[in-house]
């Protein structure tokens, strides 16, 4: 099985920073990617930005120049950095790994529960 944590989200003003953090764990032996997603009220979910194992980002160009996505393979945990937030930047952040080798066998991919960011004076 695979869990993931997600923390780090909360109400920022429009201009300010957050940093989430997604932490997956359980019978994993290698992730080969990693990403964050989020869907906005009445909006689809739609992708943020990926990195791969080997460090290849990328990103939505919506966020292009405002956000940076990083990994930490040792600790099987992504990071999203959001600067210059704005209010359309609002929603559920998810946290999502994929290609994942456990001691099961092979996983598509796994998603986090979801942490809300708001953006708002």
């Known amino acids: 099985q695979v869990q993931l944590v997600e923390s780090g989200g909360g109400l920022v003003q429009p201009g300010g920073s957050l940093r989430l953090s997604c932490a997956a764990s359980g019978s994993i032996l290698r992730i080969y990617v990693m990403g964050w997603y989020r869907q906005a009220p009445g909006k689809q979910r739609e992708l943020v930005a990926t990195?791969?194992?080997?460090?290849?980002?990328n990103y939505a160009d919506s966020v292009k120049g405002q956000f940076t996505i990083s990994g930490d393979n040792a600790k099987n945990t992504v990071y999203l950095q959001m600067n210059s937030q704005r209010p359309e930047d609002t929603a559920v952040y998810y946290c999502?790994?994929?290609?994942?080798?456990?001691?099961?066998?092979?996983?598509?991919?796994?998603w986090g529960q979801g942490t809300q960011v708001t953006v708002s004076s």
């Open positions: 990195i791969t194992r080997g460090g290849t980002t």
């Open positions: 999502n790994v994929g290609h994942i080798a456990t001691t099961e066998g092979y996983r598509r991919d796994a």
